[in-house]
């Protein structure tokens, strides 16, 4: 049919042109953020390409939503301001009919955003989880590099080996600066390997030089050795810490609803509904007049969609502190959404305006009668 495939092909075209724009946009805020986590030390260096990619699958479903809704309003506003919309109201199709090719589009990337929400989501979460505590609970060796100051885990020791050196099994000119049972130590070492001794590891420093400095204390002990042992341990065996709630799966947040767990499945449905009330509301705010600019219409939709995106992470919280409840919560927001939507849609599909809505006072015949005398 002529009406749906025009529809459906310059849908298409403008969201894929806008869901471009959007990765790169995203992509490269993820790319700044997550470069300076790896500069700070949260992150490993070697990780940054696989927390990019995960970042950005979480981030999918606001993406979609966003390109969706942007697409079908900027297709559909064009169509107001050259005219075809009149064309196609001349020829008996009302707004309302817009609906069903507008959802015959939608409906593979509403499938996307709900499979990106539900199961997509906390998977990428989980996985950047598991690689930030695997980089946390690393030993103290692990930690340093050749040519630069690296603190311990627990932050009482400094390293700092030559960047010549040929790595941690036999490194060159060492330095050690630690604070531990309110005395401070310096030691320099020519020379050192790292051996295993019952179970620990053990960095052996060979023909160095230690000074000693107690806490409030001027004195000042130096000592001189040719081989000193220092117990730098195994990566921290501190357990699993508690999951955070976002990588937690959806089948795990429906088995063990807790407030925190439910406002977190709140969240997540939230991004499912949302998607499905844009795409009325896109055919509700299309209606531009012509001679206004184009770029009032993009501001009205961004602001739409970022109040939609407020009111779904404030229902969240809500939940979790247990201000609202799960079931009052979408009924009231994303069933109040969709009943405003097509209210909205209705009024504009029977051009009716605010005079209508309120029904006018009927005339007495006796004013009548006083009229005509």
Do not use: C
């Amino acid at each position: 049919m002529l009406f749906q495939s025009s529809m459906r092909k310059e849908l298409a075209r403008s969201f894929g042109a806008t869901l471009v724009v959007l990765i790169t946009i995203i992509m490269t805020i993820v790319l700044i953020r997550t470069l300076g986590q790896a500069a700070s030390g949260s992150i490993s260096p070697q990780d940054v390409m696989l927390i990019m990619a995960y970042s950005a699958l979480g981030r999918m479903p606001t993406i979609l939503t966003l390109s969706l809704f942007i697409a079908m309003v900027s297709t559909l506003s064009r169509m107001y301001r050259e005219s075809e919309m009149v064309v196609w109201f001349a020829s008996g199709r009302g707004l309302s009919a817009f609906l069903s090719p507008l959802f015959r589009f939608a409906w593979p990337v509403l499938i996307v955003i709900a499979l990106s929400a539900l199961f997509v989501w906390p998977w990428s979460n989980q996985k950047t989880v598991e690689m930030k505590t695997r980089y946390d609970q690393r030993s103290d060796l692990d930690r340093i590099a050749p040519g630069q100051f690296q603190e311990s885990a627990g932050g009482s020791r400094v390293f700092f080996i030559d960047r010549d050196s040929e790595g941690r099994a036999g490194s060159s000119n060492i330095f050690i600066a630690a604070t531990d049972k309110g005395k401070s130590a310096i030691t320099t070492a020519r020379s050192g390997r790292v051996e295993d001794r019952d179970g620990a590891q053990m960095l052996v420093l060979e023909n160095g030089q230690r000074l000693e400095t107690p806490a409030g204390k001027s004195t000042l002990k130096i000592s001189e050795f040719e081989e000193y042992g220092v117990s730098t341990g195994r990566a921290s065996k501190t357990g699993p810490r508690s999951q955070e709630i976002k990588a937690v799966s959806t089948r795990n947040l429906i088995k063990s609803p807790s407030r925190s767990r439910l406002g977190e499945l709140s969240w997540r449905l939230g991004l499912v509904f949302s998607a499905i009330n844009f795409v009325v509301l896109a055919l509700a705010l299309a209606a531009v007049n012509p001679r206004a600019g184009r770029s009032i219409n993009l501001i009205f939709v961004i602001f739409t969609f970022v109040l939609y995106s407020n009111l779904i992470s404030m229902g969240q919280s809500w939940i979790s502190t247990g201000l609202v409840s799960f079931g009052g919560l979408l009924l009231a927001l994303h069933g109040g959404v969709f009943a405003m939507s097509l209210t909205w849609l209705a009024k504009r599909h029977l051009n009716l305006g605010l005079k209508d809505l309120w029904p006018r006072r009927a005339r007495s015949p006796q004013g009548v009668a006083r009229a005509s005398a």
